[in-house]
């Protein structure tokens, strides 16, 4: 039997590059506006290394979004504002503890530790959904629209890329 493999990435792996994307985006903008600050050598350094290591991924990532299953629509519209960055950073960091909550309930004994993290667990959901609720409404995060997603992605990507630091 012969190997086929469509001239397009799956949907899932699509989906799993833009959450890799997106989220080495956000951590390297926040690197960059953090780096000036740095004063202790060795620290700045690492800062350096860090900066330069998710650069290479972020760009590595971007040369597969040509192969992601898309139309033939093209929006080229790019956003400027801040409010986009600062909103997807809330949003992945209380994507980032559910996540967490989730595999620290599994490693509870406690009954009482487990009931706090399972109340902390709800308000990170909450919390969670709140924000995307607020992205999607200002067309931040149009997770129904994956092209326009895409496009979220490689604006967001660039801007981090071309970022000085």
Do not use: C
Request: charged residues 25%.
């Amino acid at each position: 039997m012969e190997n086929y493999y469509p001239d397009h990435l799956a949907w899932h792996e699509t989906l799993e590059i833009h959450e890799l994307t997106a989220f080495q985006s956000i951590g390297l903008m926040k690197l960059k506006k953090a780096y000036p600050e740095v004063t202790d050598p060795a620290l700045k350094e690492l800062y350096t290394h860090a900066i330069n290591g998710l650069s290479t991924n972020i760009r590595e990532l971007l040369e597969f979004y040509p192969l992601a299953p898309r139309s033939d629509d093209d929006d080229d519209e790019f956003r400027n504002a801040e409010t986009p960055f600062y909103a997807g950073d809330l949003l992945v960091l209380f994507k980032t503890g559910v996540r967490n909550y989730a595999i620290a309930i599994t490693e509870t004994a406690t009954p009482a530790v487990r009931k706090v993290l399972k109340q902390q667990l709800i308000r990170a959901i909450d919390t969670h959904a709140k924000v995307f609720n607020y992205m999607y409404e200002k067309s931040y995060y149009p997770s129904y629209n994956l092209e326009q997603l895409l496009q979220n992605d490689i604006n967001l990507a660039n801007k981090a890329l071309n970022k000085t630091f």
